[in-house]
């Protein structure tokens, strides 16, 4: 049974950083898309950054230069480091998996974590 366990989320002030971690057990991150979503209070959930099977990494293009992530495919760990957090970053941030890097693949069949929690104060 696949598992993700996000954390490293928290408080931070405006211009401060965070690295998020994403836990994996029960899957082959090798052979499957991963990523980070984000929702804000009032919004809908937005993707953050992906990373395909290959190796190839997609960052929000808002996010680039201030995100970036990476994966350990040794220890089954995803990492987003997070600078020069805004305001607007605020929300629960979701690691999750999926056969595929469409939307549709992880909103039909993809696998979630409970998400943790970042909160920019300015």
């Known amino acids: 049974q696949v598992h993700l366990v996000e954390s490293g989320g928290g408080s931070v002030q405006a211009g401060g950083s965070l690295r998020l971690s994403c836990a994996a057990s029960g899957y082959t991150y090798s052979d499957n898309c991963m990523a980070w979503f984000r929702q804000a209070p009032g919004k809908e959930r937005e993707g953050v950054a992906s990373?395909?099977?290959?190796?190839?990494?997609h960052i929000l293009d808002p996010l680039k230069g201030r995100f970036t992530f990476s994966k350990d495919n040794a220890g089954n760990t995803l990492y987003l480091q997070m600078n020069d957090l805004k305001p607007e970053d605020t929300g629960m941030y979701y690691c999750?998996?999926?056969?595929?890097?469409?939307?549709?693949?992880?909103?039909?069949?993809?696998?979630w974590g409970q998400g943790t929690q970042v909160t920019v104060s300015s």
């Open positions: 990373i395909a099977p290959d190796g190839q990494t």
């Open positions: 999750a998996a999926a056969i595929t890097c469409s939307l549709a693949d992880f909103q039909s069949r993809g696998y």
